[in-house]
């Protein structure tokens, strides 16, 4: 990986995102509207209108508004509002974070979100590899054992655990989550938890395990933007010791300041209350094209893999491919079909020694973000384009 050359994965989305017959590339969920979204979250048409027009357009608080702040650190247990810094999107909250910390050596799960990796990267950090493996049928594991032997032998200044996890769907088990704190203790070393997906993490729960543990070592990122389909709104939030978010805050006073306030305006409506018809209706959504994605995978001659644990993202194999040119004629009728995913060598997956089609980068990733009667439809489209 050459640190300096430029992300990628975002200018492949954006080509295909607006024009794409089936858009299966992404990794939120269907864009909702501001009417959607305040309506789901009790906020009436009048009160919506009333607030809007109202709200005195000057610079929010740096930390960002008290409120927000209050249901952010009640969605961490031990977490109060002196933990929270509020800020434009999760990658701004790992933009400043990882500028905090500047770790000589991050471990991460393999493959992994590009910004993950690449900011420590730019800052000179070596990249520890913890790696997901797929099984024949194309189900992900982590292997506890071999995470905690690497972290020993590598000893990484910082961790990071990003769960529900992209690309592969895995919720990260909560005995893994405290193998690993429990080594970090030992260690001296800190965590990092992405928590990107968080609301789409329990088949129950609307707020699955966090990895936020009290205390100066663990930090946790996170937002619901993509889950609610409202990537658009960039708000997003580290948890985390407060000595630390006061240097992240600085840094962020001279470059964007603060979230606009009518963002946060929107963001509290949606925290204020977890068991709302919005979070409803997303994870609605979310259950039934993850049974639709397994029902589909049972019976597809073309892909094989498994309907995510968590998070609007999986990985996708193809079928009785095992080399390149296989890969990129399956992945080039796909595109002909108006169908639109991203491959996972977008995403820098490809071990050439990997075992498993799928750690060689064959396949990509697949979105589940789409309305469920569309999301049936897309998947037929993928069986015609790949079946053999
Ligand atoms: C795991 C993970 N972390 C962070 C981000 C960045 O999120 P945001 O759009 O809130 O900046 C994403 C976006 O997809 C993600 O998947």
Redesign the pocket.
Known sequence: MDPLRTFFMEDYLEGSRFTARYNLGE??GRPVTVGELLGGSGVSPERAADVFLSTPLNDSPNWGRADLRDSVAAMHPGATRDNVLIT?????A?LLLFRQLRPRRVALAWPA?Q??YELPMQQGAEVVRLPVRWDARGVPSVDTAEWLERLERERPEVVIL?TP??PTGLVLEPALLDAVARWAEAAGATVVG?E??RFLSSDTQVLGATVYRPGSRTFV?G?F??CLGC?GL???WCVGDTAVLAGMQNEKNYTTHTVNPVTEWIAHEVLKELDSPALRLARDGWRRNRATLSAFLERSRGVYGAAPSG?L?TCIGLRGVTDAEGNEARLAALSAAGVFVLPLSAMEVGELDGTHPLERGYGFRLGLGMAPERFAEALEAIERATAR
Do not use: A, C, Q, W
């Open positions: 990794s939120g434009t999107g999760t990658s701004e790992l979100f910004l993950l990003n996890h992209n992405d990107h997906y990122t937002s933007i993509k990537p960039r708000i997003g998070g993202v």
